[in-house]
Structures are given as C-alpha cells and as structure tokens.
C-alpha cells in the first residue's frame, strides 16, 4: 500500500486533481495516511472531503475499505466511476472541481470571523489568502517549515 506519511510531508493540493476531480488525491492522501497511523493532524472524511462525497455519491467507508486493498489513484478512480451513486458527465466534474478551487469563505458573520482568525495566525500581511484551497496551501507549507 503506496503509505502516505502526513507526519513528514503534507498530502497533495487541494487543487491537485485525479480524473478531473479536486480535492480527490488529498483525500487519497489522508484516507493512505489514515489507514498507516501516520495522518498526523490531517483527517480523512473532515467536512471539506465531505464535498467530494455528496457530489459523487461515494461512502467515505467504502472508499476507505477500497483504499486498503492497496490500490493505485487510476485504480481507486476506475473504483469511484464504476461506483457512484451520482455519476456525473466530464463538464460537471470539471465545473465543481473549478468552484471548489475557487469557493468562497461563507459570507455569515461567524465563519468570516474564524477565516480572519486562522488566515491571521499565520500571516498578518498576506491579502491573497481568500479562498479555503489559498488557505490550506500556505497553512501545509508553514506546518512544514515554510514561511507565510
């Protein structure tokens, strides 16, 4: 099983895409992880990998059990496609994956409060943090060294 080590390094981009799908080899990633003990302070199926499942159908425990197999990413793509409960035509795909690269922070007072807090802990002068994907990008490069 390809043992993805979140202590060490952290998982693929939310931008990364498998099949046209963002957000997919980031869950491979902390699902491999999960599975190893070695997730870190990543976790599999959180409310952002959540979007995957709702727009595919997929159950997070089913794709997990698959994932233990020891399957590749075209593997556990073939897996997804022949199992969705939602199959979707190419141009969905494409247009979900490019509003979840691009989605907004929700606009409610509480959540922009608790952007504002996180993004601000990890840089009081970057303004191009505006999405939860620029978000996630600078917080893995920061969490492994890197400087905001």
């Not at 159908?57 to 199992?83: F, H, Q, S």
């Not at 943090?129 to 917080?139: E, G, K």
Request: hydrophobic share 35%; proline share 5%; aromatic share 10%.
């Amino acid at each position: 099983m390809n043992q993805t080590d979140l202590t060490l390094r952290p998982p693929r981009s939310v931008r990364a895409r498998l099949g046209r799908y963002v957000l997919l080899p980031r869950l491979l990633d902390k699902c491999r992880a999960t599975l190893a003990g070695k997730n870190g302070e990543y976790h599999y199926a959180c409310p952002l990998d959540q979007h995957f499942f709702k727009f595919t159908g997929i159950d997070p425990e089913a794709l997990k059990a698959e994932v233990a197999t020891g399957k590749g990413d075209g593997e556990i793509l073939e897996w997804i496609e022949a199992n969705a409960t939602k199959p979707r035509e190419q141009w969905e795909i494409d247009q979900w994956s490019r509003f979840q690269e691009t989605r907004p922070v929700d606009s409610d007072v509480e959540t922009l409060s608790w952007f504002l807090e996180i993004v601000g802990k990890l840089s009081k002068t970057r303004e191009d943090i505006r999405t939860i994907a620029d978000y996630l990008d600078v917080d893995d490069y920061v969490s492994f060294g890197g400087i905001a």
